[in-house]
Antibody, heavy 129, light 110 residues
Framework: QVQLQQWGAGLLKPSETLSLTCAVY????????CSWIRQPPGKGLEWIGE???????NYNPSLKSRVTISVDTSKNQFSLKLSSVTAADTAVYYC???????????????????????WGEGTTVTVSS | QSALTQPASVSGSPGQSITISCTGT?????????VSWYQQHPGKAPKLMIY???KRPSGVSNRFSGSKSGNTASLTISGLQAEDEADYYC??????????FGGGTKLTVL
């Protein structure tokens, strides 16, 4: 059974860089995208971005200028960096796995990734001076 | 990108059925049937309940069902139970190859 375990610094000062890592246990990274999602206190979910084992990424346009998601396939891990944090970045950050959804497009199987079937437990990150 | 629109709250009595709507633009849904729903209990990570509009992952009760018409997706929970009380979020794949969540709906079981 696939499990995601995440870790990283929980308390940051404004302007610092948030850094979190998520490890995939019990399964391969290959064939999936893995994503980061965050949830500010008392608010809803916000998708941050995703990466596959080849390093292909997609980012939320509203965060793209500050976000870097990377992968270390040798360790079955992927990481999130968010630069120049402010109090507005205070949230619980989740990592999650996105399985492929196949769809025939003009006779060719195309794979899409959008839903999260396995989630990490979440890491609380607080930004405060 | 703005969040998909969900009602802030819905409620129902045990045994009843409720429906949560999720509305967006055609770009928000990307022209695909790629809609998922998540259940989140307080202090817990979200749990996948529905994907591809109406498919249930293994282990999810058949009391949960999904549908989509035009730019509105819906989650229906039948035979409400106390443990269904939670926050529910819809999500879609957009035309820009990004993922968009709804604002969330708090379900209260009376």
């Amino acid at each position: 059974q696939v499990q995601l375990q995440q870790w990283g610094a929980g308390l940051l000062k404004p302007s610092e860089t948030l850094s979190l890592t998520c490890a995939v246990y019990g399964g391969s990274f290959s064939g999936y995208f893995c994503s980061w999602i965050r949830q500010p206190p008392g608010k809803g979910l916000e998708w941050i971005g995703e990466i596959n084992h080849s390093g292909s990424t997609n980012y939320n346009p509203s965060l793209k200028s500050r976000v870097t998601i990377s992968v270390d396939t040798s360790k079955n891990q992927f990481s999130l960096k968010l630069s120049s944090v402010t109090a507005a970045d205070t949230a619980v950050y989740y990592c999650a796995r996105e399985p492929p959804v196949g769809s025939m497009v003009r006779g060719v199987m195309v794979y899409y990734y959008y839903y999260m079937d396995v989630w990490g437990e979440g890491t609380t990150v607080t930004v405060s001076s | 990108q703005s969040a998909l629109t969900q009602p802030a709250s819905v409620s129902g009595s045990p045994g009843q059925s409720i429906t949560i709507s999720c509305t967006g633009t055609s770009s928000d849904f990307g022209g695909y049937n790629f809609v998922s729903w998540y259940q989140q209990h307080p202090g817990k990570a979200p749990k996948l309940m529905i994907y591809d509009v109406s498919k249930r992952p293994s282990g999810v009760s058949n009391r949960f069902s999904g549908s989509k018409s035009g730019n509105t997706a819906s989650l229906t929970i039948s035979g409400l139970q106390a443990e269904d009380e939670a926050d529910y979020y819809c999500s879609s794949s957009t035309s820009s190859s990004t993922v968009l969540f709804g604002g969330g709906t708090k379900l209260t079981v009376l």
